[in-house]
């Protein structure tokens, strides 16, 4: 449960159920335990696989062990759905369910038809082991639709995309420090973010605007690269590296633009948050997420893939027009608040649970 997407839905989503008087477990299968990044509700009860494993178990035997203990919770709780997070941990909710009779939902939170993220072994066992499961979520249309295609044996496949919170469409814009205007993007330090293009961009764009800076909230292990690169391009001034950043609200309340320069993504909640907040948003158009998101463009400036130069000028664009950005930020504000509020995901779990004979309702 640390910092990222999945952890932040997996999260909101166990808060808003409990709330709602459901039994919520939430289990990190992580081999360690470690603490939640984000805010977990006391009417949540939340279950370390790795505390229930043997004190000492060797690696080989361990993965077994995994799939026995995790079975022998499952067999001692008798939920009414079991619902899986993320490629690795579908495979093994699958695996650990099988003959139980719970209904079972397996959740893609990337478009695992846009890049290879998983090594072959996983890419195999999810082959198999998808079609036992009683229904596969996914968080857009566009990878629905490649499934659909692919011809694969799968179960019923459902499109449920991330909730915004109540809190993100509230915030409202503040003052910021005098440091100039703010070019905010968010995001691990890793090459799928492609942060080494955005800083290259910004420098393209540095001279003109001398009143704006680039601020990148996040870590990785590219934080070294991109630091060497801020420095040989001049711009130790005017680009941030923030490290992680838990108050996203407070982020984005003191930005003025935000930009999105990912290869891929499934469902990007940065881009989603950002929207929510009222920042005009400019975003490479990668699979999957930011061309349904933005309404093919219509709610945020949307660049073709990996095509610096329109960045470049899709920036210059909001950078200098201020009336562009205040009416680009409320387009996308009044947009995810209609699509993507809390209220309308769970209408759409809720549906889903109808569908598999899943009485939602107080247990």
């Avoid at 027009?321 to 504000?333: F, I, V």
């Amino acid at each position: 449960m640390h910092a990222g997407g999945a952890e932040r839905v997996a999260s909101m989503l166990a808060n808003a159920w409990a709330q709602r008087g459901d039994d919520v477990t939430l289990m990190p299968t992580f081999s360690g335990r470690g603490t939640c990044y984000y805010p977990l509700s006391e009417k949540v009860k939340l279950v370390y696989l790795a505390g229930l494993l043997p004190a000492r178990v060797g690696t080989s035997a361990g993965k077994l062990a995994r799939f026995l203990v995790l079975r022998r919770f499952m067999v001692s709780q008798r939920p009414d759905v079991v619902i899986s997070f993320l490629s690795n941990v579908n495979v093994a909710a699958v695996v650990a369910s099988f003959g139980l009779r719970m209904p079972l939902i397996i959740c893609e939170r990337v478009d695992p038809f846009a890049t290879h993220h998983i090594g072959w072994p996983l890419r195999l066992a999810c082959r198999f082991a998808y079609p036992l499961a009683d229904a596969l979520m996914v968080q857009t249309h566009a990878v629905a639709r490649r499934y659909a295609s692919s011809r694969s044996f799968l179960p019923p496949v459902r499109v449920i995309p991330n909730p915004v919170s109540d809190d993100l469409l509230d915030v409202r814009r503040t003052a910021h420090p005098d440091d100039g205007k703010r070019l905010v993007a968010v995001g691990r330090l890793v090459e799928q973010k492609q942060f080494d293009k955005l800083i290259r961009c910004f420098a393209s764009l540095a001279q003109q605007y001398r009143d704006w800076i680039l601020c990148i909230a996040g870590e990785g292990h590219l934080r070294p690269a991109l630091e060497r690169q801020i420095a040989a391009l001049g711009l130790g001034e005017r680009v941030k590296l923030m490290g992680q950043v838990k108050d996203v609200d407070s982020l984005f309340a003191q930005a003025d633009v935000f930009v999105l320069t990912s290869a891929f993504e499934g469902f990007p909640n940065a881009l989603l948050e950002a929207m929510a907040s009222g920042l005009p948003c400019v975003c490479f158009d990668c699979p999957s997420g930011p061309r349904e998101m933005s309404l093919d463009g219509e709610v945020a400036l949307l660049v073709p893939l990996n095509d610096e130069s329109a960045l470049i000028e899709a920036l210059s664009q909001v950078m200098r027009d201020s009336s562009m950005r205040n009416s680009l930020g409320k387009l996308a504000r009044d947009s995810v608040a209609q699509r993507y509020s809390l209220t309308t995901v769970l209408s759409l779990w809720d549906a889903l649970f109808d569908t598999l004979k899943i009485d939602r309702h107080d247990r």
